[in-house]
């Protein structure tokens, strides 16, 4: 099967490797070429191949913050906006170092979507109402605060 | 002491202005810019937004703080203190931050 993603045709092994990488991105090219049954040329070629095209964007640590200790809480926004601001304001919102994630949705109408990280209630509370609240074209936040999380997955496991 | 009655009846900018919420990140859509128009929100937003500002003493910080007027301030915490509710909130703060505009408006060294 090949499916082609923005140019790139991806066949069944490259998308065997993004799934290896995915579940541990310092799989070495040999492991990686010893699970799938390839030579680990073959695997370091797609790998270059595919971060050259920016299928592969980076390669990160996810850092569990409750067991490293650092106090937080996080909170799912959702800002309702003047059509005419919204690009506007997402771009804002995504330089603010405690929005994590920003994004655009559509139902009845459209709004902006942030993940907000906060040491705690009243800090978040602080930087909603004096750095969003503020932005021109604003017409109301509704924010969500995380009390648990039940799963956390960058990319789906189906791929 | 008061503030100067120009600082105190100003119009703040965007930035500095109240706005109005009902819970911890759950913003209205209300903002005022002056205690003018702060007078005039007290009548439109949800009554939960004034009890939810009031008791976390965000009036008087921000008349305090920002407008520079220390006797309103004062007048809305001793509010606090008697733990007003609901519709009697919005008329008993209606009638302090009216009454404080008429008397700097008519007595400027109110302000003083």
């Known amino acids: ?159 | 002491m008061a503030g100067s009655l120009s600082r105190v009846l100003r119009s703040v900018l965007r930035e500095e202005a109240f706005y109005f919420f009902t819970s911890i990140g759950n913003y209205t859509g209300q903002s005022a810019a002056s205690l003018d128009e702060f007078l005039q929100k007290i009548k439109e937003v949800n009554i939960k937004s004034l009890e939810f500002h009031l008791y976390r003493e965000d009036f008087e910080k921000w008349i305090a703080q920002t407008l520079g007027d220390a006797k309103l301030a004062e007048d809305i915490k001793g509010l606090r203190n008697m733990k007003v509710v609901g519709n009697a909130l919005r008329d008993r703060l209606y009638f302090l931050v009216s009454r404080r505009l008429k008397d700097l408006r008519i007595t400027p060294q109110a302000s003083k």
Do not use: C
């Open chain 1, 1 to 159: 099967m090949k499916i082609k993603s923005q140019g790139v045709a991806l066949d069944d092994l490259d998308w065997r490797i993004l799934q290896l990488l995915q579940e541990n991105a310092r799989l070495t090219y040999t492991e990686i070429g010893n699970k799938l049954d390839v030579a680990h040329s073959t695997v370091y070629d797609r790998i270059q191949r595919m971060e050259e095209h920016g299928i592969i964007k980076k390669y990160k640590a996810v850092v569990d913050l409750e067991k490293s200790g650092i106090q937080q809480i996080m909170a799912l926004m959702t800002i309702h906006t003047d059509p005419k601001e919204s690009e506007r304001i997402a771009n804002r919102l995504a330089k603010f170092p405690e929005v994590l994630e920003v994004s655009s949705s559509f139902s009845e109408e459209l709004v902006i979507n942030a993940k907000v990280v906060a040491q705690d209630q009243a800090k978040m509370h602080s930087f909603i109402a004096q750095s969003i609240a503020p932005l021109p074209g604003v017409l109301r936040i509704r924010t969500s605060i995380i009390t648990k999380k039940y799963k956390e997955e960058t990319s789906p496991s189906f791929l």
